[in-house]
């Protein structure tokens, strides 16, 4: 028959300060080792973005380059953003004007029209009323596919004008409506 250790009241005392001391030592372990698997995987989530801005830094002459040759190809295209809208409409409305008289064709009638906000872009929009040929009226569009900064036949409404005898022409009432784009920074 084994006899049990008889443990005075002092030295059970210190046993169970002793393992509870133990126990908390044991549950900060365990907390400070999850936190550190905690921050370890969010260290692994940074890690990427991390690089990639890095990446950044290191290639910032290179995407300056590349934005200063986009800007001056997209002047190609749009009117820039500090350009004052109605100054703009009225600057287009003269060039399609001489465009058209270029052409062979009579002008009538033109009308800036208001501008509209189109996502990252301002619409200057006009219309243009003209008289002529069919077949000037083809090197006209010829010529508005050309114009830079581009613009943009948003509509064409013909109408034939009744023929002469003896001309053999087919002259017509043309309406267009016109329109560029402005890049929009607010």
Not at 14 to 33: D, G, Q
Not at 81 to 101: F, H, I
């Amino acid at each position: 028959m084994s006899q049990g250790v008889k443990l005075s009241r002092a030295q059970w005392v210190v046993s169970a300060t002793f393992a509870v001391l133990v126990a908390i030592l044991l549950w900060l372990s365990l907390v400070f080792f999850l936190q550190y698997l905690d921050k370890r995987s969010e260290v692994k989530q940074l890690e990427p973005k991390l690089a990639r801005f890095y990446g950044l830094v290191k290639s910032e002459d290179q995407l300056q380059r590349a934005e200063a040759r986009a800007s001056n190809e997209l002047s190609l295209f749009v009117y820039p953003s500090d350009a004052d809208t109605g100054a703009l409409g009225t600057s287009m409305q003269q060039r399609v004007r001489v465009l058209m008289a270029d052409a062979g064709l009579s002008v009538s009638g033109s009308q800036v029209l208001p501008a509209k906000r189109h996502n990252d872009f301002t619409r200057i929009n006009i219309s243009v009323n003209l008289e002529g040929d069919l077949a000037d009226a083809v090197q006209a569009f010829i010529a508005i596919e050309l114009a830079e900064p581009l613009i943009f036949i948003e509509s064409i409404e013909i109408k034939p004008q009744r023929r002469r005898r003896g001309n053999l022409e087919q002259v017509a009432d043309i309406q267009i409506r016109l329109f560029s784009l402005q890049v929009y920074e607010p």
